[in-house]
């Protein structure tokens, strides 16, 4: 309460909105104000729905939190007060009182989902005093002690930041003195016990006591929770999930309901469709007797809410359907209502006590890409949404998860152990035990599988790094599931039939002993774990998919292309629905076994005899590099970068690879040393590459072009497909290079002709890679017919950083705030954005019908495509493997772009 008073923040503003009782002050449109949690529980009230009534504490006072050194502003206690007060008349409970006391939760609630990385407290307000009344006042000793040893661990481990593992130990110390296995097991008796030694252990790891007084308790977690805002694990998810730190959270304060008070109350979190296939079915799970903790977290295996799912997933117990089923009726009524309401799938987190029906949360559940696009493309079939709204609903960047891999069936495969399917996909890797672990040894590519008894939100950087999860506890709602599922990461969860180790570096299943570093592959869309590598087959795209995919393009104006070399990655990004290749890297070609030879002998030859003999070599070599690509692509348009990185490249540094070439090449080792020699710079990507190897080496350029248009025209003789290459000369800074090239490949294209008896259209462009060709593009253009933004090396030369080098050093950059992006991921709108923005502007100032594209590794990502359609880019080029992304970003761009 100190830090309150002691506030210098002014506000006017409200900070304090009421809920419950069938009235809210505020809406669902309110989430930047509220949060996600907030808004909603504040629009189930207003729709008549069982809300425990509560109060939400605005994002603003966050915001204020960390602008004025985490004090509140003026006039939030009384306003916490009035909260306070309205939870009172609205219950007929009283906080702090002894008899008949007010117990409440505190928790947080982002604009955007966050699931278990922000802080929560439960049943706050209990005491010495208050345990005995709740007691009384329900008849149910084990309930009360139940719910105070609950409430002092959470408190303990939220609040006064103490690990887990204290109260872990004191609890399983009770359960073998009393010789059970369940927390249910215990007595109330049993749980007196247990609190004592939660106490105690405060008191001698602290060396303070517990705190008893309410609001004491209240403002201690309020605190906690608007701290936990930029706790590692939120940070992290953040950055995942590119959610913008200055939103803050909201602080909801909730009467607490339970579901921990016998055989007739539950707790349970449903989805009012599949999250994993978006199949219109009810999917949930509930435990009796538990808090709403026990599911999420994943610490007890929980049942199923539907019969059906039960039969499905092979268990005994029963569903809430078979054990609750007016319950289970009268919650099938509001999943209908709230998902009518919202119009699309929710996310409920509900609470039975003692037979009563409560809501305590509903969101926009999170999905698997799969799911996404069944639910969108299902809920415009069924007239709920428009096609627009469809293709908005799927998040670009989810579509990656489309491309996991289902495994080869085999006899072979050796089955070791199965637990639920919580996040599809097929995955392989070396067993770790730790999150630490998996980001340690995925550092080097590795694939890892991660196995646990349960993942909590501390393990969310450990979850990101690995390729696959297992958690030996936990259902189809824990953490890991959901986490999983959001991240697109293939996740078996409750394989009960694990066995740790002592000392966590082993675990069994059967006779069968796991180690660290073992290979296991888990399929998580059947809940399948296997001893070894399984091999994996390619996946299907499914109907939906093709829908959405097709929804998508006809409401895209961009083309989407892929940058591609060789014929398997042209198919790949045919098959993806590319529409031609936006950049062929012609040095890839190149560094192929079989004909690195020549052009390392194309690079040592000492006279031109030896260097034509070479050159003719690769011309043979590409000419068929060429046709295949034209084969394959058809008609679609085909953009050929001539060669950009620097000779020396091609050469080897290694004394051993030396001798060898020099071998190979039949000349003198010491001619190899001194054409390295020769060759070395000092900076070589600001060196001796692009078009000034162009200028100096014409042959080389001449061979390529030579290549291109007679492999057009053989694939024209072939196929009769009209072919239009699209020849791009890289690193352009002036006109003049482009107009002495141009000349050069004009020339080459009438002896090609000639000699063919057939003329060709072809077009000659260049790369604006340069912040000096984006400068003067109007005088580039005057020889371009299309202008192909590299903004790898765009981005490279107008931030002047080494995208090889600068690793070490941007995560420090983006954790201090100085660049809150890797730019090498995501454009630089205010920098490299308005280079781009002005070469666009000057280009088609000149050359009304310059076609513009980008070719970068930026072409693949949703947020850099929405500035491309900002400035009118004719389109963007990407990896085959991006293109669905890529197709699905530049419709939304275009959506956006239209309102």
């Known amino acids: 309460m100190d830090q309150i008073s002691a506030s210098r923040a002014e506000s006017s503003e409200k900070l304090v909105y009421r809920f419950g009782d069938g009235k809210a002050d505020g809406t669902r449109e309110m989430k930047k104000l509220l949060g996600g949690k907030g808004a909603n529980l504040a629009e189930m009230a207003l729709l008549g729905l069982p809300v425990p009534p509560g109060f939400t504490i605005t994002t603003e006072v966050c915001t204020a939190f960390y602008k004025n050194a985490h004090a509140y502003p003026a006039g939030l206690s009384q306003a916490v007060e009035e909260g306070i ?14 008899v008949d006391p007010l117990l409440v939760s505190v928790r947080s609630g982002a604009r955007a989902s966050m699931p278990g990385m922000m802080d929560t407290v439960l049943n706050l307000g209990l005491n010495d005093e208050s345990v005995t009344g709740l007691a009384a006042l329900t008849g149910d000793e084990r309930f009360a002690y ?3 040893r609950r409430f002092i661990q959470m408190y303990a481990n939220v609040v006064l930041q103490m690990d887990h593992s204290f109260f872990e130990d004191i609890l399983e110390e009770c359960k073998r003195d009393r010789g059970v296995h369940l927390d249910t097991e215990l007595t109330a008796m049993d749980w007196r016990t247990v609190i004592n030694g939660y106490k105690g252990a405060v008191r001698n790891h602290l060396g303070t006591e517990f705190p008893h007084d309410p609001r004491e308790q209240l403002w201690g977690a309020t605190d906690a929770v608007f ?25 909801n304060i909730q009467a607490m309901v339970f579901g921990n008070m016998g055989e007739t109350s539950a707790t349970g979190v449903a989805f009012t469709r599949n999250p994993s296939n978006g199949e219109n079915q009810i999917y949930g799970e509930f435990l009796k007797n538990a808090q709403g903790e026990d599911v999420v977290a994943g610490i007890r295996t929980p049942s199923n809410l539907t019969k059906r799912s039960r039969i499905e997933m092979g268990s005994d117990a029963p569903s809430l359907e078979e054990c609750m089923p007016e319950t289970y009726q009268e919650l099938i009524g509001f999943f209908e209502r709230l998902e009518s309401h919202y119009r699309d799938m929710q996310d409920i987190e509900f609470t039975v006590q003692e037979g009563k029906l409560w809501l305590l949360q ?13 639910i969108a493309t299902d809920l415009c079939k069924e007239g709920i949404i428009s096609m627009e709204e469809a293709v908005m609903r799927v998040e670009p960047e989810s579509l990656d998860q489309l491309l996991h891999p289902s495994l080869a069936p085999s006899e072979k495969n050796v089955l070791l152990t199965r637990g639920l399917p919580a996040s599809p996909g097929a995955a392989a890797g070396s067993v ?6 998996a980001e340690e040894v995925a550092r080097d590519g590795t694939k890892i599988i991660l196995v646990r008894d349960d993942t909590s939100p501390e393990d969310i950087h450990g979850m990101h790094a690995a390729a696959g999860i297992v958690t030996a506890r936990g259902g189809m709602t824990s953490h890991a599931a959901v986490v999983a599922r959001g991240m697109g990461r293939a996740c078996v969860s409750g394989a009960g039939e694990i066995r740790f180790a002592p000392d966590r570096k082993s675990f069994t299943v059967g ?8 290979i296991i592959t888990i399929d998580g869309s059947t809940g399948e774990v296997f001893l070894g590598e399984i091999p994996t087959i390619p996946p299907e795209m499914s109907e939906e998919f093709e829908t959405l995919m097709n929804w998508a393009d006809s409401l895209r104006r961009m ?3 892929a940058n591609a070399e060789t014929p398997v990655d042209a198919r790949r990004a045919r098959a993806f629905g590319a529409e031609g290749i936006g950049l062929c890297r012609t040095e890839h070609m190149f560094f192929d076994p079989e004909r690195i030879l020549a052009v390392q002998e194309m690079i040592l030859a000492e006279t031109q005899e030896d260097r034509t003999t070479s050159l003719s070599r690769l011309l043979d070599m590409q000419r068929l590099d060429f046709y295949e690509l034209f084969l394959v692509m058809k008609s679609y348009p085909v953009t050929i970068r001539l060669l950009d990185p620097p000779l020396h490249e091609f050469l080897p540094q290694a004394d051993d690879d030396i001798r060898a070439v020099a ?4 000349v003198d080792i010491s001619i190899v040393y001194q054409r390295i020699k020769d060759l070395n710079e000092v900076n070589p990507m600001l060196g001796h590459r692009g078009c000034r190897l162009g200028v100096t080496y014409p042959d080389i350029y001449e061979m390529q072009v030579r290549a291109i248009l007679e492999a057009a025209c053989d694939t024209v003789e072939k196929t009769g497909v009209s072919i239009a290459p699209e020849i791009m000369i890289p690193l352009v800074s002036v006109k003049e290079e482009l107009t002495m090239l141009k000349a050069r490949i004009d020339d080459i294209a009438a002896q090609v002709f000639a000699a063919r008896g057939r003329m060709l259209d072809y077009h000659v462009g260049t790369m604006i890679e340069l912040p000096r060709a984006a400068l003067v593009a109007d005088q580039i253009a005057e020889e371009a017919e299309f202008f192909s933004f590299g903004t790898n090396d765009l981005t490279q030369t107008t931030f002047g950083l080494s995208r090889d080098d600068a690793g070490a050093f941007l995560p420090a950059y983006q954790k201090a705030k100085v660049m809150p992006e890797d730019p090498f991921v995501t454009l630089d709108r205010d920098g490299v954005g308005t280079l781009m923005r002005i070469a666009a502007e000057k280009g088609r100032a000149t050359r009304r019908s310059i076609k513009l594209g980008l070719c970068g590794e930026h072409g693949g990502d949703p947020r850099s495509i929405d500035f491309c359609e900002m400035i009118g880019l004719d389109y963007v080029s990407c990896s085959p493997y991006r293109v669905p992304v890529a197709r699905l970003a530049a419709a939304q761009a275009a959506i956006k772009g239209s309102t």
């Open 85 to 98: 007060a309205h939870i009172e008349t609205v219950t007929g409970k009283t906080f702090g009182d002894a």
């Open 146 to 148: 139940d719910s105070y």
């Open 227 to 251: 701290r936990s805002w930029m706790n590692d694990r939120s940070r992290t998810y953040r950055r995942l999930n590119r959610i913008p730190e200055d939103w803050g959270t909201a602080v």
């Open 362 to 374: 509903t969101r926009t559940g999170k999905r698997t890409a799969k799911a996404a696009i069944k």
């Open 432 to 437: 770790v035990f730790t999150a630490d672990e």
């Open 511 to 518: 006779s069968a002993v796991i180690k660290k570093g073992d």
């Open 559 to 561: 083309g989407i292309r």
């Open 663 to 666: 071998r190979a090449s039949g």
